[in-house]
Structures are given as C-alpha cells and as structure tokens.
C-alpha cells in the first residue's frame, strides 16, 4: 500500500516502514505526526479516496545537505568570487498508512421534548436587538474666506 502526502508544498510518494529526507520540519523528534493526504493506493487493489486516509509519520533526525560550493570567474579582470550552501533536512519515518480512527461517540441518550407553551397570553421573550455603531461626528466646516469688502 502507498500513499501521496503534501508536506511544505511538496509531494512524496510514500510506502509504511519508508525513510525520507524533507526540508527541515517543525516538529520534535519521535513525535508522530499526521501529513496531509492525496492519494492512496496500493497492491492492485481498488484505490480509495483520501477522506478516511491517514499516514502517521514521526521524526528520526534533523540532518545538513551536501555542501555545495559555487564558484564565479570573469575573465582578464582577476575577479574570482566562492560561496557555498548547506541544506537544512529532516529525516522523517512513515509509520503507517490507513483510515483514520473513528471518534468515540458518547452514548446518545434521547432528548427530551418541552412541552408547547399552553397558555397563549404569554409572549415569547424577545430576542436581543444588537447595539447600533457608534454614530460618527459630522465633518467640520472650514470658515470661509473673508475679504476686505466683508469686513
């Protein structure tokens, strides 16, 4: 049986017992964890819809990447230029793949029925009116001008 999981935008194809080598994650080593599923699909059997499908998945290690050295030249100037980039990993684990486990229901116990209101001159409490915003200020007038004429 295998399964497609999406972990940081990224697709795996992934088998139960499997170790695979991600970007780093954010969780803490040997807790399980449960990435989001695709597809599942397995062994010539009918394949069945991600809705009830779960792989658990937990942390071995966080690890570094292959060094990678870069280097840039420009020819007849003298300018030669090295940089180089280490990945940050984590190795993670597929512990298992299958549905998810159902929740627990509590048992149901039936719900009792009020009665109607038998009296009719009771009324039925109002429900309770939201409060209004706040009403904003008028935008204030600048005076007009005044001119020598007017004075």
Known sequence: MYAIISLQGKQYRVEEGQRLIVDRLAQPADKPFHPTVLFVGGDGKAEFSPKGAQVTAKVVQDVLGDKIRIGKYKPKSGIRRHTGHRSKLTEIEITAIGLKAAPKKAAEQPA??????????????????????PKKAPAR???????????
Do not use: L
């Open 112 to 133: 009792e029925e009020k009665p109607a209101e038998e009296s009719a001159g009771e009324k039925p409490k109002a429900a309770a009116k939201p409060k209004a915003a």
């Open 141 to 151: 007038k600048t005076p007009a001008k005044t001119t020598k004429e007017d004075a």
